[in-house]
């Protein structure tokens, strides 16, 4: 892992992390495997086969990330993952191990994980030609539980509407108060008639930050009009969040599908280095949305009524809100659920593991594969009609 602080031409300050990954490893296969990708807050930018999305540091602030993989063959046996931190211009070492850590989740790039790979690319070799073998998922255990409850009972193209809803909450509760409870957690305080009078309250400032992001889109269109920075994002030229149907598994549909539901970003393409001396030094707040996937204790803290008309959740928002509160109070402890599923003796205690996740509220037999899978195992497989689908077309 090397760091290089700095900025280029007096730009935007921004902190270079690297991560060694082996000759064989594909980033784009490696994001653009599972559908997780296209759920925000994640952007696969297909020109420059980068992923942006915000991480978080240690004290929960976001910063805005762009991965990207060093396609240059040396002599040595691994490439480099290389990690863009914007806004950033020093960063600790506490920080730099936790953001590494998260990307190394997102991409399955643990010891136990290669060693996984390489124990099925041996049973399938085509397999391993065409690079199958990961399955992307979220930098955090509670984002992919919380994505996998929003997976049920609904169309595709709902669930990442309720997704992008969630990280725009995130975005706009930054310092806000609305929305949220006082005092100790699992007590309200504000109801709904006190929520949709401070949601009116506030009316007049949310509709001044709408013009002010309008603004702000206007501006960066203008720029990238005349700059080749962003002209090759997939959010401009057809309305796709992410999608790249050259390479990824099941590009034909995944294709439609993105299509049909994913949503325009009004992020703009921070992957390429350098950019034009105009845009590097516009304001990072213009540069791009901070909008992030909201923590345990940011859901916590709200109430499930608000959440529910806010974000379109319906009944999920109450079993949302719930899961968040269990985690902040210590009765759910998702590192010690993630660590015991990931030792040696994983194949001894998967009913063990299964049992417990069932207990947790909203989580039943489809979410509870989708959550064993994204932790790394593959006992029981999330079918659901689309699945059933899929198999009757082979």
Same mark, same amino acid.
């Given at each position: 892992?090397?760091?290089?602080?700095?900025?280029?031409?007096?730009?935007?300050?921004?902190?270079?992390?690297?991560?060694?990954?082996?000759?064989?490893?594909?980033?784009?296969?490696?994001?653009?495997?599972?559908?997780?990708?296209?759920?925000?807050?994640?952007?696969?930018?297909?020109?420059?086969?980068?992923?942006?999305? /915000?991480?978080?540091?240690?004290?929960?602030?976001?910063?805005?990330?762009?991965?990207?993989? @060093?396609?240059?063959?040396? %002599?040595?046996?691994?490439?480099?993952?290389?990690?863009?931190?914007? &806004?950033?211009?020093?960063?600790?070492? +506490?920080?730099?191990?936790?953001?590494?850590?998260?990307?190394?989740?997102?991409?399955?790039?643990?010891?136990?994980?290669?060693?996984?790979?390489?124990?099925?690319?041996?049973?399938?070799?085509?397999?391993?030609?065409?690079?199958?073998?990961?399955?992307?998922?979220?930098?955090?255990?509670?984002? @992919?539980?919380?994505?996998?409850?929003?997976?049920?009972?609904?169309?595709?193209?709902?669930?990442?509407?309720?997704?992008?809803?969630?990280?725009?909450?995130?975005?706009?509760?930054?310092?806000?108060?609305?929305?949220?409870?006082?005092?100790?957690? &699992?007590?309200?305080?504000?109801? /709904?008639?006190?929520?949709?009078?401070? !949601?009116?309250?506030? !009316?007049?400032?949310?509709?001044?930050?709408?013009?002010?992001?309008?603004?702000?889109?206007?501006?960066?269109?203008?720029?990238?009009?005349?700059?080749?920075?962003?002209?090759?994002?997939?959010?401009?030229?057809?309305?796709?969040?992410?999608?790249? %149907?050259?390479?990824?598994?099941? @590009?034909?549909?995944?294709?439609?599908?993105?299509?049909?539901?994913? !949503?325009?970003?009004?992020?703009? @393409?921070?992957?390429?280095?350098?950019?034009?001396?105009?845009?590097?030094?516009?304001?990072?707040?213009?540069?791009? %949305?901070?909008?992030?996937?909201?923590?345990?204790? +940011?859901?916590?803290?709200?109430?499930?009524?608000?959440?529910?008309?806010?974000?379109?959740? &319906?009944?999920?928002?109450?079993?949302?809100?719930?899961?968040?509160?269990?985690?902040?109070?210590?009765?759910?402890?998702?590192?010690?659920? +993630?660590?015991?599923?990931?030792?040696?003796?994983?194949?001894?205690?998967?009913?063990?593991?299964?049992?417990?996740?069932?207990?947790?509220?909203?989580?039943?037999?489809?979410?509870?594969?989708?959550?064993?899978?994204?932790?790394?195992?593959?006992?029981?497989?999330?079918?659901?009609?689309?699945?059933?689908?899929?198999?009757?077309?082979?």
């Amino acid at each position: 892992m090397a760091t290089d602080n700095g900025s280029e031409g007096g730009g935007c300050p921004e902190c270079k992390l690297t991560l060694p990954v082996k000759q064989t490893f594909d980033l784009e296969k490696a994001v653009c495997s599972y559908g997780f990708f296209m759920m925000a807050p994640n952007l696969w930018i297909p020109s420059t086969c980068t992923l942006q999305r /915000p991480l978080r540091l240690r004290d929960e602030r976001s910063v805005m990330v762009c991965i990207s993989q @060093d396609k240059l063959i040396s %002599s040595s046996l691994n490439l480099l993952i290389r990690v863009r931190l914007l &806004g950033l211009e020093t960063l600790t070492n +506490e920080d730099e191990q936790y953001l590494l850590a998260q990307v190394s989740r997102m991409l399955r790039l643990s010891e136990m994980e290669e060693s996984a790979i390489s124990e099925f690319h041996e049973l399938h070799l085509e397999a391993e030609a065409k690079g199958f073998g990961r399955l992307f998922r979220s930098p955090t255990l509670f984002e @992919d539980i919380v994505k996998g409850i929003l997976l049920c009972n609904c169309g595709w193209g709902r669930t990442l509407a309720m997704v992008k809803s969630l990280c725009d909450l995130q975005s706009e509760l930054k310092g806000q108060s609305f929305g949220k409870k006082k005092g100790n957690l &699992g007590k309200h305080n504000l109801g /709904p008639e006190k929520l949709e009078k401070s !949601q009116k309250t506030r !009316q007049p400032e949310l509709l001044r930050k709408k013009q002010k992001n309008r603004e702000k889109s206007e501006t960066i269109a203008t720029l990238q009009s005349t700059t080749s920075v962003g002209k090759d994002m997939v959010s401009q030229t057809s309305g796709i969040r992410s999608v790249d %149907s050259r390479n990824s598994p099941g @590009d034909l549909e995944q294709q439609k599908y993105s299509e049909d539901y994913c !949503q325009p970003s009004n992020s703009p @393409d921070l992957s390429s280095s350098p950019q034009p001396q105009s845009l590097r030094q516009c304001d990072l707040d213009l540069l791009f %949305s901070s909008e992030d996937f909201p923590t345990s204790s +940011e859901l916590a803290n709200l109430d499930e009524k608000f959440l529910e008309k806010r974000c379109g959740l &319906g009944y999920r928002a109450k079993r949302i809100v719930k899961l968040a509160r269990d985690i902040c109070e210590g009765i759910i402890d998702l590192s010690s659920l +993630e660590n015991f599923t990931g030792s040696t003796e994983m194949g001894m205690c998967f009913d063990d593991v299964k049992e417990h996740l069932l207990k947790l509220d909203g989580i039943g037999p489809f979410t509870c594969a989708i959550v064993w899978m994204c932790m790394g195992n593959y006992q029981s497989i999330p079918a659901d009609t689309e699945t059933v689908r899929h198999l009757k077309q082979v």
